[in-house]
């Protein structure tokens, strides 16, 4: 029945640094979203897909832990990615999985959502 994901939606407690973060240092672009009666963003992967949905009219619920623990996505030139990282100063954690070679980085957005970014094992640093 599922064919494929349609997108994640997080809350966002500051919109412009939330913006900065996804679209400015991961490179998602904000796309079109129809009027649906509150404020926020569609963000797209590829100026195709829309993959983030962000919400900036409701605060974060005061317990955050959920049953999602985080979201990923594929990525390209996990060296410029780093680069983009370092000349920020903003935390990650890169590592290599050992049987398939995969570089992962790991992350928070502005409001605690967990990031990872999945990159080639062909790439290299």
Known sequence: MIVGMNHFTAIAEDPQT???FYVG???LTVGHRPDLG???AWLYAGGEQAVLHLYFDRPPP???AGVIDH???TAKDVKAVKARFDERGWKY???RQKDS???QLFTYDPSGA???LDFDPAESL
């Open 114 to 116: 967990k990031v990872e």
């Open 93 to 95: 954690d890169l590592r």
């Open 101 to 103: 070679g995969i570089w």
């Open 71 to 73: 979201m990923a996505f």
């Open 62 to 64: 005061a317990h955050r």
């Open 38 to 40: 509150f404020d926020g």
């Open 18 to 20: 939330t913006l900065d």
């Open 25 to 27: 240092l991961l490179g």
